[in-house]
Every structure is written in structure tokens, then in C-alpha cells.
């Protein structure tokens, strides 16, 4: 009967957790013009969440992204490259077309600079494969430096999907952190594998490696964001910061905006007023962390008199492509 009993609980927690489970089937891009009430998205996937047809959709004009009910939103399918035209001088077009102007280098492509009002950075932290967990510091550090003046604080994670699935505690965690109030995250894809052979030359490196499968890279990377209930963002950033001009065009192609930085604290680049920094949180480049922890207690005055912000990665690069 103890048995019996027992098996019954297993079965009961089983049942319960794969209805928990958010499940993402038939995803893939769709552009077009969607509506909703009085607002105006650019439609850039379609999927079904738990069998109920849903969009991916970006609000042109501030960058953010939302998940929306099919059925509550009328959709009008048009081409990338004609919607580009159409709706060329939206700050969401303007932004992907400074990105692709600025694809001529080997490293560092897209949009490298924020453009914020006042003193500040965008702080995007990236999140590559590792089997070591989630620098915690990085956020807890940010939290007590900011708490009195700016929350939630803003923050870009650049995440692959090998790093969230195999860090499902760290995750849950960043998400309880945003549910309180105390972050407000902006997910950035970073690929699914993030490949990277320290003996290959960079033409033939990360995503530039030959055979690469763009499509799993890009689409299971948001795909498996959706299951945990993330929001895939219009950013991306390439692995190692490499690319060319071909494949800077093919993420384009997704709507994705390529994010740069001009300030990679563990390579010995300074920040400057509208800096988009650059850190690893994975555990790996403990160097990067510990300047970003300093630049924090340097600018600790400024902060405070709310003279020296972070920036959230939509709006600091919004805002600079304002009509």
C-alpha cells in the first residue's frame, strides 16, 4: 500500500510539472505589420505557446519586445525587405541600418555606443557557455550601489543557450531578482552553442566556423528563452565580438539589431559617457567583474547624486534614433 502510495505521488508531481512546463512548438520568423488597439508592432516570429498561436512583436519606436495572443492582434504579412522600406524611418530601422553601416571590421560589429542624455553606461554582461555558475556579485553589487536611486536597475544579459540550460538554478534566480523590482533584464541572444576554437583563425572562428547552422543559433537560442519563460529582445551579439559583412547582413535578416561595445573592462577598454561596457558573468573572467566592481565604487558620488545612471540597452540606443 506505502508503495502504491508513492508511486501515486510520483505520478501526481510528474503530471503537475509537465503542465508547468511552458512548451514552444512551430516557431519561426514572420514579418509583418501587427496591430493591436491603438498600437503598432513589427512582427519578426509566430509560434505556439501550449498549443495557443502567439507573435513575437517589437515596438518600433521604443525596441521593446513583447509576446502577444494571435488573437489579439490583427497581422498583415509583408517581406523584410518591404516592411525595411516601408517603415525606414522608424528608430527600430534606423537602428538595424547603423548596425549594418558599422559591419566592415573582423570584430565588433553593429552598434558599439549608447547615447544616453546624461553620464552613464549600458551594462551588458555576457553569459557564454561554462560549468562554472553565475557570478552572483556582479548583480548584488549593482543592487546596493543603485538601490537608492534607480530601480528596477537595468541590465543587458547576453545569454547562449548552452549557459541557460545547464545554469537552471542561477536562472531562477535572476528571475526572482526581477520580480522583486531590483533588476529589469533585457535578454540578448548570444547563440545556442557559442562555438569557439582558441587554435582557428577568426575567418574561420565562432559563428564564422564553416558548416555553422545560423537558423539553430539564432531560433533554438529564443526557443528555448520562450520555454523559460523569457522575452527574447531585437539584440544580439555576435560570439567573440566576430563577424563579417555577410553574416552581420543574415542576423540583420532576423530583425535582430548586432550590439557591440566599445568598453570590454577585461581587455583594458575604459568606459566613457554612453559606453556600452562589456563583462562576463559566467564565471570565467573574474578580471572584468572586479573593474566593474571598481568603476562602481569610483563613480559611488556620482551615482548617488544621480549624476552617473545605467542605462537600459532599448533606451540608450532609442533614443538616438528618434524622429
Not at 498600437?39 to 513583447?66: C, H
Request: hydrophobic content about 40%.
Amino acid at each position: 500500500m506505502k508503495r502504491f502510495f508513492l508511486f501515486g505521488a510520483f505520478i501526481f508531481l510528474l503530471i503537475k510539472t509537465t503542465e508547468s512546463q511552458t512548451n514552444i512548438t512551430h516557431y519561426q520568423v514572420t514579418t509583418g505589420i501587427g496591430k493591436q488597439a491603438s498600437n503598432q508592432f513589427i512582427v519578426l516570429r509566430s509560434f505556439e505557446k501550449n498549443g495557443i498561436p502567439m507573435y513575437l512583436a517589437a515596438d518600433p519606436q521604443t525596441l521593446e519586445t513583447q509576446v502577444i495572443p494571435a488573437k489579439n492582434m490583427s497581422f498583415q504579412a509583408i517581406k523584410w525587405s518591404d516592411l525595411q522600406k516601408m517603415d525606414a524611418n522608424l528608430p527600430y530601422f534606423k537602428a538595424l541600418n547603423s548596425a549594418s553601416m558599422q559591419a566592415k571590421s573582423l570584430q565588433d560589429a553593429g552598434i558599439a555606443h549608447g547615447y544616453p542624455a546624461e553620464k552613464g553606461i549600458t551594462l551588458t554582461v555576457d553569459l557564454c557557455p561554462s560549468t562554472k555558475p553565475l557570478d552572483h556579485s556582479i548583480f548584488t553589487s549593482l543592487i546596493s550601489e543603485f538601490a537608492k536611486i534607480e530601480q528596477p536597475v537595468p541590465i543587458g544579459l547576453s545569454i547562449s543557450g548552452k549557459f541557460l540550460n545547464t545554469h537552471a538554478a542561477d536562472i531562477q534566480w535572476l528571475k526572482k531578482l526581477e520580480t522583486a523590482g531590483q533588476i529589469r533584464i533585457t535578454w540578448i541572444n548570444h547563440t545556442y552553442t557559442h562555438y569557439y576554437n582558441s587554435k582557428t583563425p577568426l575567418q574561420e572562428n565562432f559563428l564564422l566556423k564553416p558548416g555553422t547552422d545560423l537558423n539553430y543559433e539564432v531560433l533554438q537560442t529564443e526557443i528555448d528563452m520562450l520555454q523559460n519563460d523569457l522575452t527574447p529582445s531585437v539584440f544580439f551579439r555576435f560570439p567573440g565580438l566576430v563577424s563579417d559583412n555577410s553574416i552581420v547582413d543574415k542576423i540583420i535578416s532576423y530583425g535582430l539589431i548586432p550590439t557591440g561595445s566599445d568598453a570590454w573592462l577585461a581587455k583594458g577598454q575604459n568606459s566613457g559617457s554612453g559606453s556600452i561596457v562589456l563583462i562576463h558573468g559566467n564565471g570565467n573572467e573574474p578580471v572584468g567583474v572586479q573593474d566593474f566592481i571598481r568603476l562602481l565604487q569610483t563613480e559611488k558620488e556620482q551615482v548617488l547624486d544621480k549624476q552617473w545612471l545605467l542605462y537600459d540597452l532599448s533606451e540608450s540606443i532609442g533614443d538616438e534614433f528618434e524622429k
